[in-house]
């Protein structure tokens, strides 16, 4: 997982975070260490639509990236309080 800096939120980042943690199956966490990459999948958590935190030096890190730019995942806008399930249910894909 990699956070933005925070300097434009629209969003609480860290809310949705917990909300999708406290949702993965057992034994399935986030990291922000990229030791160990790479990972099946990437989460880029941004709070506004600019998406900054994306580098192209990431795609090493994982083999499938999550986008959440503002109120969007993977470029699909949606209410906040659906975000958590969005990103949940691309994990489980």
């Given at each position: ?14 809310k949705i975070i917990s909300d ?74």
């Amino acid at each position: 997982m990699k956070y933005c800096g925070g300097c434009n939120c629209q969003i609480d980042r860290s809310k949705i975070i917990s909300d999708v943690e406290v949702a993965l199956p057992e034994g399935d966490r986030f990291t922000t260490d990229t030791a160990n990459s790479p990972f099946g999948m990437g989460l880029l958590i941004c709070g506004c639509m600019s998406a900054c935190a994306w580098r192209p030096e990431m795609t090493v890190w994982a083999k499938r990236w999550v986008v959440v730019a503002g109120k969007t995942v993977d470029s699909r806008e949606m209410p906040e309080d659906q975000i958590a399930a969005a990103i949940l249910g691309k994990i489980e894909a």
